[in-house]
């Protein structure tokens, strides 16, 4: 049974960096594409930063040069390292895989909150 578990969030003032965790069992890491998905109130659920083998990264205009995606096949864990935050930034942001044939599967969310 694939599960994700997202850690990492918080309360951080703007300028502040935090990093995001999302650990997978059930499902290696090196399989299919990762990302990071963002949903703030009221806001539709947006693609933040992907990784996958076949294209390598992504990321989302508004987060370009601050966030950073990457992943530890030894830890089996996708981490979202976000610096310079800003109070837009704040979201409950969520861990997605995406795979061919196969449904998509998604954390529960982590709540960022960057004050101003």
């Known amino acids: 049974q694939v599960q994700l578990v997202e850690s990492g969030g918080g309360l951080v003032q703007a300028g502040g960096s935090l990093r995001l965790s999302c650990a997978a069992s059930?499902?290696?890491?090196?399989?299919?594409?990762w990302g990071w998905y963002r949903q703030a109130p009221g806001k539709q659920r947006e693609l933040v930063a992907s990784i996958s083998s076949g294209t390598g990264t992504n990321s989302a205009d508004s987060v370009k040069g601050r966030f950073t995606i990457s992943r530890d096949s030894a830890k089996n864990t996708v981490y979202l390292q976000m610096n310079s935050l800003k109070p837009e930034d704040t979201a409950v942001y969520y861990c997605n895989l995406r795979r061919r044939l196969f449904p998509d599967y998604w954390g529960q969310g982590t709540q960022v909150t960057v004050s101003s």
């Open positions: 059930g499902v290696t890491i090196s399989l299919g594409t």
